[in-house]
């Protein structure tokens, strides 16, 4: 890879693998909002356009946002004409006022200036528009510990961590409720509430390590190992997930949601 920080080049492998399950948070983060049809959505950090696809799905008017292009690419792919633009949650492109509500499924935590972002997602909403985020609230499970066991076997920790803490600055801060909510108040967001849901994702073996691919300790390890070493890697890692892990694997995360609104 060029660059591991991008989704590029895993584009493809996870609108196959991760997007439809993501649809179901995706969905609930549109009923909380309460997206109506003729309202007009923008979707930051869009991905392969799961939530945009979801509000889409509710009649509104949906324009998505990405800054990796591989990403736009195979969402357009897989769905069609669903309106996507390159470019990045500070300095959004947007006049003020621009947009009945705005989503952004699982992005605040690779946000670097996340108070910079909120601050401009805020600044093209109407007065009385909707935001809705979301995270992942779970914490480390033994599909997730057996992972980071393999990656730590082939990238010492010192060299992996500094990485992840700059991809995902706010991982863990915004894992929790309280940070989230204080935020979204500090930005000028109103009526902000937060809940965390359980979701059962179920995977084929062999699908659930090609998705561990696509997460930033599984692009930055290919980029450090190189394709014929990483390729070694996951023949590894099948194994030792085939010992410990019965087929399909039971994915059991946590999400959490917070919702607000701008006075």
Same mark, same amino acid.
């Given at each position: 890879? =060029?660059?591991?920080?991008?989704?590029?080049?895993? $584009?493809?492998?996870?609108?196959?693998? +991760?997007?439809? #399950? &993501?649809?179901?948070?995706?969905?609930?983060?549109?009923?909380?909002?309460?997206?109506? $049809?003729?309202?007009?959505?923008?979707?930051?950090?869009?991905?392969?356009?799961?939530?945009?696809?979801? !509000?889409?799905?509710?009649? $509104?008017? %949906?324009?998505?946002?990405?800054?990796?292009?591989?990403?736009?690419?195979?969402?357009?792919?897989?769905?069609?004409?669903?309106?996507?633009?390159?470019?990045?949650?500070?300095?959004?492109?947007?006049?003020?006022?621009?947009?009945?509500? &705005?989503?952004?499924?699982?992005?605040?935590?690779?946000?670097?200036?996340?108070?910079?972002?909120?601050?401009?997602?805020? #600044?093209?909403? #109407?007065?009385?528009?909707?935001?809705?985020?979301?995270?992942?609230? =779970?914490?480390?499970?033994?599909?997730?510990?057996?992972?980071?066991?393999?990656?730590?076997?082939?990238?010492?920790?010192?060299?992996?961590?500094?990485?992840?803490?700059?991809?995902?600055?706010?991982?863990?801060?915004?894992? +929790?409720?309280?940070?989230?909510?204080?935020?979204? &108040?500090?930005?000028?967001?109103? +009526? %902000?509430?937060?809940?965390?849901?359980?979701? +059962?994702?179920?995977?084929?073996?062999?699908?659930?390590?090609?998705?561990?691919?696509?997460? !930033?300790?599984?692009?930055?390890?290919?980029?450090?190992?190189?394709?014929?070493?990483?390729?070694?890697?996951?023949?590894?890692?099948?194994?030792?997930?085939?010992?410990?892990?019965?087929?399909?694997?039971? =994915?059991?995360?946590?999400?959490?949601? $917070?919702?607000?609104?701008?006075?």
């Amino acid at each position: 890879m =060029d660059d591991w920080r991008s989704y590029d080049d895993v $584009a493809e492998t996870y609108e196959r693998i +991760h997007a439809p #399950r &993501l649809a179901e948070p995706a969905g609930d983060l549109v009923e909380l909002i309460g997206i109506q $049809a003729g309202w007009r959505v923008l979707d930051v950090g869009t991905g392969t356009g799961v939530a945009a696809i979801a !509000a889409a799905g509710a009649g $509104a008017q %949906v324009v998505g946002i990405d800054e990796a292009i591989g990403m736009l690419k195979a969402g357009r792919s897989a769905n069609g004409s669903l309106p996507v633009a390159t470019a990045e949650a500070i300095d959004l492109p947007f006049r003020d006022n621009a947009f009945d509500a &705005l989503v952004a499924n699982f992005v605040i935590a690779h946000f670097a200036r996340y108070k910079t972002a909120l601050f401009d997602m805020k #600044r093209v909403m #109407r007065p009385g528009g909707r935001l809705g985020l979301t995270t992942w609230a =779970d914490a480390q499970d033994d599909l997730q510990r057996t992972w980071l066991e393999l990656v730590d076997s082939v990238v010492p920790r010192e060299v992996l961590q500094p990485a992840m803490d700059e991809r995902l600055p706010w991982r863990e801060r915004f894992r +929790h409720r309280e940070p989230l909510e204080e935020a979204l &108040l500090e930005a000028g967001i109103r +009526h %902000v509430r937060t809940e965390v849901r359980r979701y +059962h994702f179920t995977y084929p073996l062999d699908e659930y390590i090609e998705g561990l691919t696509t997460w !930033a300790t599984g692009r930055f390890v290919r980029s450090m190992l190189g394709e014929s070493a990483f390729a070694a890697f996951l023949e590894r890692a099948r194994a030792v997930f085939r010992e410990r892990f019965a087929d399909p694997v039971n =994915d059991f995360r946590e999400v959490l949601f $917070a919702t607000g609104a701008k006075p």
